[in-house]
Nanobody
Framework: QVQLVESGGGSVQVGGSLRLSCAAS????????MAWFRQAPGKEREAVAT???????SYAESVKGRFTISRDNAKNTAYLQMNSLKPEDAAMFYC?????????????????????WGQGTQVTVSV
């Protein structure tokens, strides 16, 4: 059974930092792109960052320079380090796994290429 388990959400002030974690089953972790998406109330779910099995990251423009996605192969876990958080970053964050790998090893930001999803973890950013 595929499981993606997120943790690390919470409440932080503007300018603060949080690190999200996503633990995945071994098969998924070793063969799939890992990604973080977010969804704010009344908005569509959008990609935040992805990372492939060769550790090549991709980011949404809105988070470049502030967020960093990474993988820990020993723990089958993907992370999203979020710095300089803004009020518009507040959302439910979802971990996802999919097979949308490009020839260069980077991964798609298109949510339609992601097959497995976690339950989500809430991020709140207060002024």
């Amino acid at each position: 059974q595929v499981q993606l388990v997120e943790s690390g959400g919470g409440s932080v002030q503007v300018g603060g930092s949080l690190r999200l974690s996503c633990a995945a089953s071994g098969y998924i972790y070793n063969n799939y792109c890992m990604a973080w998406f977010r969804q704010a109330p009344g908005k569509e779910r959008e990609a935040v960052a992805t990372i492939g099995t060769r550790d090549i990251p991709s980011y949404a423009e809105s988070v470049k320079g502030r967020f960093t996605i990474s993988r820990d192969n020993a723990k089958n876990t993907a992370y999203l380090q979020m710095n300089s958080l803004k009020p518009e970053d507040a959302a439910m964050f979802y971990c996802a796994a999919g097979r949308g790998t490009f020839p260069d090893g980077s991964c798609s930001l298109d949510r339609r290429t992601y097959d497995y999803w976690g339950q989500g973890t809430q991020v709140t950013v207060s002024v």
